[in-house]
């Protein structure tokens, strides 16, 4: 249903930022409030929307490249309820030559329920793809360059996160 609806939006710049309202249904809640999973669905939606609208699905088709998230990071703030609206706020904030990363939010009434940060990669096959490739083949001119200290202390996070629990796990 995502695809879909991304598909007969107006199509964009992938440096804009993509605005997307969902609803909270039965389904994505446990007991009275949407569950963290169904919160990375939704999100996922609007990674999905900003692809399809700033014609990176159709690209990534022809070349036959992939887009693997290599790190997410998200902090919940406030609940949703059944029934609520909200809105999705989707940007790619900062791309060097092998990371473009995402940031998220979710909003509610002007007040903030959740923020994602996604590092992501382009892959065809084994092969990363180089992101000034990716940023030519979309006709993508302004790039964002500012890494913020969030990205630097976010790349020791999970630097320390692969040292620990995927190199190092002990029980």
């Known amino acids: ?3 879909i609806s991304a598909k007969l939006k107006k199509k964009l ?5 993509v605005r997307k309202s969902f609803r909270v249904w039965i389904t994505d809640i446990d007991v009275s409030v949407m569950n963290h999973a169904a919160i ?5 939606t609007g990674r999905l929307d900003l692809m399809v609208r700033s014609n990176f699905f159709k690209v990534a088709s022809k070349h036959k490249w992939f887009f693997p998230s290599q790190a997410i990071s998200i902090q919940f703030y ?3 309820k059944v029934f609520q609206k ?3 706020h989707t940007r790619i904030s900062y791309v060097d030559e092998k990371w473009i990363y995402v940031e998220q939010k979710i909003q509610r009434k002007g007040k903030i329920i959740a923020a ?4 992501n990669t382009i892959k065809k096959g084994r092969k990363t793809i180089p992101t000034s ?3 030519k083949a979309l006709h993508i001119d302004h790039v964002p360059r500012h890494k913020y200290e969030l990205m630097k202390t976010y790349e020791i996070e999970n630097s320390q996160m692969n040292e620990k629990l995927v190199d190092n796990w002990t029980d």
Do not use: S
Request: hydrophobic share 55%; aromatic share 0%.
């Open 1 to 3: 249903m995502a695809l």
């Open 13 to 17: 710049i992938g440096t804009e930022t």
């Open 40 to 44: 990375m669905t939704v999100l996922e």
């Open 78 to 80: 406030r609940p949703l």
């Open 86 to 88: 909200a809105e999705i």
């Open 116 to 119: 994602c940060l996604v590092k």
């Open 133 to 135: 490739e990716i940023m």
